[in-house]
């Protein structure tokens, strides 16, 4: 699957008062009625059973230069809020200052599917804080979008 590009975004709520939040590179939109999307989480992650009984998450869309962030937030045992400018949504979920979009989510459903679990978040809010490039994985790296022009 190295083969197929794939976007990269980061998931945030907070547990306890605190935020977590992880890297995932399969996030797509499902339904434009409802507004649901979706994104997977390998069944070894240590972060997503702090999140599992969130009810609400943010869902940070990076622009193509935030590369670094995304390797921060996929480290383990590290501190991946540290050096990170973020707010609060309305239900408390950290929103990264480094996103260009951010999907405000309840959850709507969770189900195992082979070695990962779907996760699918109806959209509350979203909010495009710049328009730029996404940030895309493919074969181990980020492509480099800066010769690209929009139409």
Do not use: Y
Not at 105 to 117: F, M, Q
Request: hydrophobic fraction near 40%.
């Amino acid at each position: 699957m190295k083969h197929v590009p794939t976007s990269v975004a980061i998931v945030t709520t907070t547990v306890g008062g605190r935020p977590v939040g992880l890297t995932v590179g399969s996030f797509a939109s499902v339904s434009l009625d409802p507004a649901l999307v979706t994104f997977f989480v390998d069944h070894q992650s240590t972060t997503w059973p702090l999140m599992a009984n969130s009810d609400t998450f943010a869902i940070n869309i990076l622009g193509h230069g935030q590369g670094e962030c995304c390797r921060s937030f996929s480290s383990k045992g590290a501190d991946r809020f540290a050096g990170v400018d973020w707010t609060a949504s309305d239900d408390g979920d950290p929103v990264l200052a480094e996103a260009s979009v951010v999907l405000e989510c309840s959850k709507h459903s969770t189900r195992p599917l082979g070695d990962h679990l779907q996760v699918v978040g109806q959209v509350q809010k979203l909010h495009v804080l710049r328009e730029e490039l996404p940030l895309v994985f493919h074969q181990g790296s980020f492509l480099n979008l800066d010769h690209l022009v929009s139409a």
